[in-house]
């Protein structure tokens, strides 16, 4: 009997120690250091008064009554996303800085057979769907439906997309030929938005890091990362990039320009300064396009020059931008509508543009598992009711057919009538 009983005792503390090794945090601590940081943001300011102070509040009371102690820190990263996006700022970011894994052990037989054996593994979410009938009820789906079969990124990893409310959806592994992630594994969460788009939550594939990216719109079969199987078609992007800086004269009638950033980064700025002197003058075609696809956004000093370069040309001007155009990026779109008269085509902005991030301070919470990125720059009055909904496109184009050809058809047209 007493033998059982320390043979019980053992297996005891071999379990404890085992779940000791999951990382956890004190989350209050962490998310009352965050809320700290927030209410001297101007979106904060702008916004957190009246009702929407009040749900504020409310959610802060739903996250710390669900806190009993110490939480593990992908549960705590999750309750503090859930604060800040009460706020339509779409520039304020949390990181989660703990990984579980190094991406330079994929190929160490040993470093991945421990890891495996490891709580933190066998503890990840997995789904309990049969695998066989979730594929075949996927492939039932339409293509405009966001359930479906995807891969994911440039991996091989096949992705089944399936509601787990109305509102929610998971990402379960269906297919991987990557050591660290095996059928039925939870890869990703997406939960639809008061805009209509996807805020996604996902583990990095090579260290089981959690990411957030919120504001997604699905379009083109596409949902960020995930791209629907057999869906053949990436027109939304410029496919062939050479530079952030680039200059066409497509014709007599149409010159081309692609601004791929307005970043502050050294290497641009240098790079913006040469496209700027070379080309101040070669503004001569009646017709402009204006390629803002993919641009993260950046300065307003490197984009608002060339307002007064296209102003002067008299050219007719066509912007072009993606669901991944963003911030300044945007800020630049409109200011081409409204000063310009431009015409805006391709597919709406992200919607991230009221706010910025000027000095780009960021924080560690105190118990170092987390970052906060807060905002410090306010176009509030100016670009608010474009926050989360972004910029609509006056002409969408079709995702099935290159953009620049059909911008060209489209000042053809325009030219004829």
Same mark, same amino acid.
């Given at each position: 009997m007493k033998n059982l009983v320390a043979l019980f005792t053992l297996i005891i503390l071999s379990f404890n120690s085992l779940w000791s090794q999951i990382p956890t945090c004190d989350c209050k601590t962490d998310l009352d250091f965050i809320i700290e940081k927030l209410k001297k943001t101007p979106s904060y300011k702008k916004q957190i008064k009246g009702s929407k102070l009040l749900e504020f509040q409310n959610v802060y009371n739903s996250i710390v009554s669900e806190l009993n102690g110490k939480v593990d820190v992908n549960t705590c990263f999750k309750l503090l996303q859930k604060q800040i996006d009460v706020i339509d700022d779409f520039h304020i970011n949390l990181y989660s800085n703990t990984t579980y894994f190094s991406k330079s052990h994929l190929d160490d037989k040993m470093k991945l057979k421990e890891f495996k054996d490891s709580p933190i593994?066998?503890?990840?979410?997995?789904?309990?769907?049969?695998?066989?009938?979730?594929?075949?009820?996927?492939?039932?789906?339409? %293509? !405009?439906? /966001?359930?479906?079969?995807?891969?994911?990124?440039?991996?091989?990893?096949?992705?089944? *997309?399936?509601?787990? @409310? +109305?509102?929610? %959806? !998971?990402? /379960?592994?269906?297919?991987?030929?990557?050591?660290?992630?095996?059928?039925?594994?939870? *890869?990703?969460?997406? @939960? +639809?938005?008061?805009?209509?788009?996807?805020?996604?939550?996902?583990?990095?594939?090579?260290?089981?890091?959690?990411?957030?990216?919120?504001?997604? @719109?699905?379009?083109?079969?596409?949902?960020?990362?995930?791209?629907?199987?057999?869906?053949?078609?990436?027109?939304?992007?410029?496919?062939?990039?050479? @530079?952030?800086?680039?200059?066409?004269?497509?014709?007599?009638?149409?010159?081309?320009?692609?601004?791929?950033?307005?970043?502050?980064?050294?290497?641009?700025?240098?790079?913006?300064?040469?496209?700027?002197?070379?080309?101040?003058?070669?503004?001569?075609?009646?017709?402009?396009?204006?390629?803002?696809?993919?641009?993260?956004?950046?300065?307003?000093?490197?984009?608002d020059p060339f307002i007064k370069l296209f102003r002067k040309s008299k050219a007719k001007i066509y912007v072009i931008t993606n669901q991944f155009t963003i911030s300044n990026a945007e800020q630049f779109t409109l200011k081409l509508k409204n000063k310009l008269n431009a015409t805006h085509l391709g597919q709406t902005s992200h919607g991230t543009i009221a706010y910025g991030t000027n000095y780009g301070y960021n924080y560690n919470t105190p118990s170092s598992n987390f970052t906060v990125l807060p905002t410090d720059m306010n176009f509030h009055n100016a670009y608010y009711n474009y926050e989360g909904f972004g910029i609509t496109p006056d002409i969408p184009l079709d995702f099935d057919k290159n953009w620049i050809e059909q911008t060209l058809n489209l000042i053809e047209n325009q030219t004829q009538n």
């Amino acid at each position: 009997m007493k033998n059982l009983v320390a043979l019980f005792t053992l297996i005891i503390l071999s379990f404890n120690s085992l779940w000791s090794q999951i990382p956890t945090c004190d989350c209050k601590t962490d998310l009352d250091f965050i809320i700290e940081k927030l209410k001297k943001t101007p979106s904060y300011k702008k916004q957190i008064k009246g009702s929407k102070l009040l749900e504020f509040q409310n959610v802060y009371n739903s996250i710390v009554s669900e806190l009993n102690g110490k939480v593990d820190v992908n549960t705590c990263f999750k309750l503090l996303q859930k604060q800040i996006d009460v706020i339509d700022d779409f520039h304020i970011n949390l990181y989660s800085n703990t990984t579980y894994f190094s991406k330079s052990h994929l190929d160490d037989k040993m470093k991945l057979k421990e890891f495996k054996d490891s709580p933190i593994y066998k503890s990840h979410p997995k789904s309990g769907i049969d695998m066989d009938s979730l594929r075949e009820k996927l492939l039932e789906k339409p %293509l !405009e439906s /966001i359930e479906g079969l995807y891969k994911f990124g440039k991996t091989s990893i096949e992705i089944g *997309l399936v509601k787990t @409310s +109305e509102t929610s %959806l !998971e990402g /379960i592994v269906l297919d991987s030929d990557h050591p660290l992630w095996e059928t039925g594994h939870v *890869l990703i969460y997406v @939960s +639809e938005n008061k805009f209509k788009k996807y805020n996604l939550l996902n583990y990095d594939v090579d260290t089981r890091q959690l990411k957030m990216t919120r504001n997604v @719109s699905f379009d083109n079969q596409r949902l960020l990362s995930l791209k629907k199987i057999n869906s053949q078609y990436n027109f939304e992007f410029k496919l062939d990039k050479t @530079s952030n800086w680039e200059f066409k004269q497509l014709s007599n009638q149409v010159q081309y320009v692609y601004f791929g950033s307005f970043s502050n980064a050294e290497d641009n700025i240098k790079a913006f300064k040469a496209f700027y002197a070379e080309h101040k003058h070669s503004f001569t075609a009646p017709n402009i396009i204006v390629d803002l696809r993919s641009n993260g956004g950046g300065n307003s000093k490197w984009s608002d020059p060339f307002i007064k370069l296209f102003r002067k040309s008299k050219a007719k001007i066509y912007v072009i931008t993606n669901q991944f155009t963003i911030s300044n990026a945007e800020q630049f779109t409109l200011k081409l509508k409204n000063k310009l008269n431009a015409t805006h085509l391709g597919q709406t902005s992200h919607g991230t543009i009221a706010y910025g991030t000027n000095y780009g301070y960021n924080y560690n919470t105190p118990s170092s598992n987390f970052t906060v990125l807060p905002t410090d720059m306010n176009f509030h009055n100016a670009y608010y009711n474009y926050e989360g909904f972004g910029i609509t496109p006056d002409i969408p184009l079709d995702f099935d057919k290159n953009w620049i050809e059909q911008t060209l058809n489209l000042i053809e047209n325009q030219t004829q009538n």
